[in-house]
């Protein structure tokens, strides 16, 4: 008898300890719904999830923060830094330390793939889940953009 309450309250104890672990899981412990993948940037927007990607080769390197459609993409090549903002069927572009940039708009397309001058979708990049807020897809208010589709109306006329 004193054996089989002795196992009733170490089996207590055990699922007491258990338990509590189980409530006490801090975030980081919890798993996500995306795990780490390997391929495009088409397929990272796919997921709908906040995802960072990475991108190196030689000098050239890549780092893009995805979450639905929106995505902002810095690109170092020969020491040189540039930026990418893609939201809203917009598409701004500049170099850091530059004062001026460049933003396209356009209808929105009829398929997922977009084909903005400046990125390419076909690279492999290295993917996972990534805590990033809204703000990263704001194109900064210091530099002055120059709208491409303004430009080309004006030509027409």
């Given at each position: 008898?004193?054996?089989?309450?002795f196992?009733?309250?170490a089996?207590?104890?055990?699922?007491?300890?258990?338990?509590?672990?189980?409530?006490?899981?801090?975030?980081?412990?919890?798993?996500?719904?995306?795990e780490?993948?390997?391929?495009?940037?088409?397929?990272?927007?796919?997921?709908?999830?906040?995802?960072?990607?990475?991108?190196?080769?030689?000098?050239?390197?890549?780092?893009?923060?995805?979450?639905?459609?929106?995505?902002?993409?810095?690109?170092?090549?020969?020491?040189?830094?540039?930026?990418?903002?893609?939201?809203?069927?917009?598409?701004?572009?500049?170099?850091?330390?530059?004062p001026?940039?460049?933003k396209?708009?356009?209808?929105?397309?009829?398929?997922?793939?977009?084909?903005?001058?400046?990125?390419?979708?076909?690279?492999e990049?290295?993917?996972?889940?990534?805590?990033?807020?809204?703000?990263?897809?704001?194109?900064?208010?210091?530099?002055?953009?120059?709208d491409?589709?303004?430009?080309?109306?004006?030509?027409?006329?």
């Amino acid at each position: 008898m004193k054996k089989l309450l002795f196992l009733g309250l170490a089996a207590l104890l055990l699922t007491g300890c258990l338990q509590k672990k189980t409530a006490v899981t801090t975030p980081e412990e919890k798993p996500s719904k995306v795990e780490e993948f390997t391929g495009n940037l088409l397929k990272a927007m796919g997921s709908g999830l906040p995802i960072k990607c990475d991108w190196q080769k030689d000098t050239s390197q890549a780092t893009a923060y995805i979450k639905g459609k929106q995505m902002f993409i810095e690109t170092t090549h020969a020491e040189r830094t540039g930026y990418i903002i893609l939201k809203d069927n917009c598409f701004w572009t500049w170099n850091k330390g530059e004062p001026t940039g460049m933003k396209l708009c356009s209808e929105p397309a009829a398929s997922d793939e977009n084909k903005f001058q400046g990125i390419d979708w076909s690279q492999e990049y290295n993917c996972g889940p990534a805590i990033f807020g809204d703000d990263k897809f704001v194109p900064p208010n210091e530099i002055k953009f120059t709208d491409l589709g303004e430009m080309m109306k004006g030509a027409g006329q």
